[in-house]
């Protein structure tokens, strides 16, 4: 009751001197201070520990306490959850991804339960061992008990062994759950990634995409299981040993309780700082991820230009950045440190110089004394591990804010389509498209384009590099979606097709072809679940690769590298166009693919492709002689087709197309 008519008195004087104005800060020291002489009667009282040192009123050593308590529990909250919007926001969000995680966890629910009850096992008889050591020392140094002495040994090795049992299985059990969490959550992630459209891609760094994977994955699950387990085990500890310090002298507790609000103030500064270096680290490292990954896939290019050197520097100077980053993280954690480790040091002299006058005055024992202080050497690190972790289990999930923003996120191109006729012709119609890459919206690659492509005939689109050709491609096979205009295939929309249905009708050869590492049978079949060898055979025919396949040593069964750098740049596309062929496409796109093929083998190639009646075909080339076999030739330029129709038509026009074989001419083609 006086506690509570303090407060208000207070608080109204205050109201009024400051023209009805409370700012958060004065009135939670107010609020603390008004409460804590009520709060150590009611202690004191209801353990019935004796005289205590505030009345109803208080006296000036009481309020005094009091005011240096309030002081510093009010520091800690401003420092710890600052008023300001941008702080609470940030914090809800933390606490929102953390909740998250955590719900992740609910597959291993059953290994986190038996793991936390091994927990609570080892923390309990933790603290039992250290109950009965000082019971130990008594029966070494005053009079001898052999029943209570062989009492409390066995009773200290009996719970050695239940701390060794639980410790085990708490550590098994949850680093398998953290094991199963990372596998299922690396998964999700990784389908998740696969399904975003190539503009994600476009924008998006590599490295970043795979230090999701490698790194904040496994940050993740280690961040709450881990943390979980290290609060838990920490607070059951901190409980126990705090009734069990009570019980021996609850003055020295609350000399001990003393180191609290300074160690969570210095933690919660450097908690602070911490999180911001800990954040420019992580982004640090992310960008030397991707500097390598970028320096090894271009290997050649960098050899050919001579730029080991300057590539070397670049990585080095990206290490620095780093490794200076990581100087400041620690020398925070150091100033902190130490400045926490003097906080103790203080508060265990004064410990040690009132435990010695209980001693004299008989107030306890020499063996309680020892309990106490291995009691308080547990519980002021366990104080700390917890305001750490109270602060650290919410910051350090920053790293799975990442990793939902790609689980959340939704393709920009949808995939819903449901159709999927039993037969389909292959004609294809470019209707008014507009079109510019997200990277690049203001410079539009195509301007009111219109193309049809004629069942069953090879039509060439040509035209000078950077005209577009290859995004006509891509917007086919609907890598991307254009901004204006429609592609129709056999007069439906292409976004109203089955996706699947779509990616086996539709067939796109690159002049730079990806192979992946495995054998070249797994290469040609590549998404493919069932396909014979007669049909990969038959599809390596076509595509004049099954001669050189055969003279391998495994023949389809040889391993080649990633990238396929163990084939020529000829073999490589061949084996492209049979992994196109297998699976018998409608329409064929080649976006120079016969580059690289010498004269007879481009021919027989060219032959076998024509020779389907009911196959469209795409080309995009520059080879002279390729364009000519064209049924029709279509002429880009400015983003929009500039001439059209078969090779004869488009000589006798003497346009466009005639100014563009004497370019290919001159250069070469």
């Not at 603390?32 to 009520?38: N, T």
């Not at 090795?157 to 299985?169: D, I, K, N, Q």
């Not at 106490?372 to 700390?384: E, K």
Request: hydrophobic share 40%; aromatic share 8%; charged share 20%.
């Amino acid at each position: 009751m006086f506690a509570l008519l303090r407060c208000c008195l207070t608080l109204a004087a205050v109201y009024i001197i400051s023209l009805g104005e409370l700012s958060p800060g004065p009135t939670r020291f107010i609020a603390v201070h008004s409460s804590l002489p009520a709060v150590l009667v009611s202690l004191t009282s209801a353990l019935r520990l004796g005289d205590h040192l505030c009345g109803a009123v208080g006296d000036t050593r009481c309020w005094m306490m009091s005011a240096g308590a309030s002081l510093l529990a009010a520091l800690f909250w401003e420092v710890g959850a600052p008023d300001s919007n941008g702080r609470k926001d940030e914090q809800q969000k933390h606490g929102v991804l953390f909740m998250r995680v955590v719900r992740m966890y609910k597959p291993d629910c059953a290994l986190l339960l038996v793991g936390f009850f091994f927990l609570t096992l080892a923390a309990i008889c933790q603290i039992q061992i250290q109950f009965y050591t000082g019971k130990v020392i008594d029966n070494l140094r005053d009079s001898y008990v052999p029943d209570e002495f062989l009492s409390a040994l066995l009773l200290m090795a009996v719970f050695s062994v239940g701390r060794s049992v639980g410790a085990g299985g708490r550590g098994g059990l949850l680093t398998w759950a953290i094991n199963s969490f990372n596998c299922r959550v690396k998964g999700n992630l990784f389908q998740a990634q696969t399904k975003q459209e190539i503009e994600f891609f476009d924008t998006t760094k590599i490295g970043e995409l795979t230090s999701l994977l490698s790194k904040d994955i496994p940050l993740m699950g280690e961040t709450v299981c881990l943390n979980i387990n290290v609060l838990l085990r920490t607070l059951i500890r901190t409980l126990y040993t705090m009734v069990l310090m009570l019980n021996l002298s609850w003055t020295l507790t609350f000399l001990v309780l003393m180191e609290v609000p300074v160690t969570g103030l210095i933690q919660t500064i450097n908690n602070k700082h911490s999180g911001r270096l800990v954040k420019a680290t992580n982004d640090s490292m992310t960008a030397s991820n991707e500097a390598v990954s970028e320096i090894i896939m271009a290997v050649r290019t960098v050899r050919s230009f001579n730029a080991e050197k300057h590539e070397a520097c670049r990585y080095k100077k990206r290490l620095l950045e780093t490794h200076r980053l990581k100087k400041q993280k620690d020398m925070v954690s150091v100033v902190s440190l130490l400045a926490q480790r003097l906080t103790g040091v203080a508060v265990n002299v004064l410990m040690l110089w009132y435990g010695r006058l209980f001693i004299q005055r008989g107030q306890m024992t020499t063996g309680e004394l020892v309990s106490f202080i291995i009691y308080q050497s547990d519980i002021g690190h366990n104080i700390r591990t917890l305001i750490y972790m109270s602060g650290h289990m919410l910051t350090s999930v920053g790293a799975a804010g990442k990793v939902f923003e790609v689980l959340d996120r939704q393709p920009q191109i949808k995939t819903d389509g449901k159709h999927a006729p039993d037969r389909l012709a292959g004609h294809v119609l470019f209707q008014n498209l507009n079109f510019a890459y997200p990277a690049h919206p203001d410079a539009e690659v195509l301007q009111d384009f219109s193309l049809e492509l004629p069942v069953g005939q090879m039509t060439a689109l040509i035209g000078v590099s950077g005209e577009g050709k290859s995004t006509c491609a891509s917007l086919l096979k609907r890598l991307y979606e254009p901004q204006n205009g429609q592609i129709l295939l056999d007069n439906t929309k292409l976004e109203l097709y089955d996706y699947r249905y779509l990616s086996e009708k539709i067939a796109v050869v690159s002049q730079e072809p990806v192979l992946f590492s495995g054998s070249i049978r797994h290469n040609i079949t590549y998404g493919l679940k069932d396909c014979s060898l007669d049909a990969i055979q038959e599809a390596a025919h076509q595509a004049d690769a099954h001669d050189f396949i055969t003279q391998l040593e495994k023949s389809y069964d040889t391993e080649v590298s990633e990238g396929g750098n163990t084939l020529s740049k000829s073999e490589r596309q061949r084996v492209a166009i049979a992994r196109a062929l297998v699976r018998h496409p409608q329409v064929l796109i080649l976006d120079e693919v016969t580059s690289s093929l010498d004269d007879h083998c481009e021919t027989k190639v060219l032959r076998n492709l024509s020779s389907h009646p009911d196959r469209t075909v795409l080309l995009i080339t520059h080879r002279l002689k390729t364009i000519e076999r064209a049924q029709q030739i279509a002429v880009m330029a400015r983003g929009g087709i500039q001439e059209k129709g078969t090779h004869r038509q488009l000589m006798d026009k003497n346009g466009l197309y005639c100014t563009m074989r004497e370019k290919f001419a001159t250069s070469g083609s």
